[in-house]
Structures are given as C-alpha cells and as structure tokens.
C-alpha cells in the first residue's frame, strides 16, 4: 500500500510563489514516476506535471511551462512542486500521484494510480 502525504498549499497573491511538497511511503519509490494534479469544483481533475522514474524526464501542462518545476528527491521520498508567478487560475485542490508500474515514464495520466489527500493553493487577484 503506498501512501502519499502532501503540504505546502495555501492562500497567496498573484505572482507569488508557493512549494508543494509530497512524501510518499513506498519501500520502492525510486523506481515510480511520480506527478502532479489539480482539481477545481466542478471539473475534472487536471494533470499538471510529471517526472520520470530516475528524474530525466519531466513534463508539463501549456499553461505552467516556465512557471512550475517538478523535483524529486529519493532519499527523501519526496517529490516536490515550485510554483512561480502564481496566476487566479492555478487555485485549485492540488493532488500527489504515483505511478506504480516500475519504471514509468510519468507522462501517461493512465499510469497514475496512488493519490494523497490533496492540499489547497488558492491565489488571489
């Protein structure tokens, strides 16, 4: 059973930054790919970055290239996300993934199957 845990949300202005942070307790996390999602009410739930198993690869949604940076940290377990120049239209319930198949890329949403709890970015105007 792998079990994710995040924090770092919160209420900040526009053009602010912000970090998520994810621990994942997984005896094999650095063979997963691991992501990053958001939820806002109503709507589905959104991919927003993934990095590979081994940290080469990342991935990321048109609207936070060059804003967002995914990292990871193994000996941690941790995979994390830098916000920058944070917009109205990032606020939404920000959600831990894992992507169990050994070795995966991290760039099939299909392949994501763990989730945290989630943690709340709101960002005002």
């Known amino acids: 059973q792998i079990q994710l845990v995040e924090s770092g949300g919160g209420l900040v202005q526009a053009g602010g930054s912000l970090r998520l942070s994810c621990v994942a307790s997984?005896?094999?996390?650095?063979?997963?790919?691991m992501g990053w999602f958001r939820q806002v009410p109503g709507k589905d739930r959104e991919f927003v970055a993934g990095?590979?198993?081994?940290?080469?690869?990342?991935y990321y949604i048109e609207s936070v290239k060059g804003r967002f940076t995914i990292s990871r940290e193994t000996a941690r377990n941790s995979v994390y996300l830098q916000m920058n120049r944070l917009k109205p239209e990032d606020s939404a319930v920000y959600y831990c993934?894992?992507?169990?198949?050994?070795?995966?890329?991290?760039?099939?949403?299909?392949?994501?199957?763990?989730w945290g709890q989630g943690t709340q970015v709101t960002v005002s105007s």
């Open positions: 993934a894992v992507a169990s198949m050994a070795y995966a890329l991290g760039n099939d949403i299909d392949e994501y199957d763990y």
């Open positions: 990095i590979s198993w081994n940290g080469d690869n990342t």
């Open positions: 997984a005896p094999t996390f650095m063979t997963y790919a």
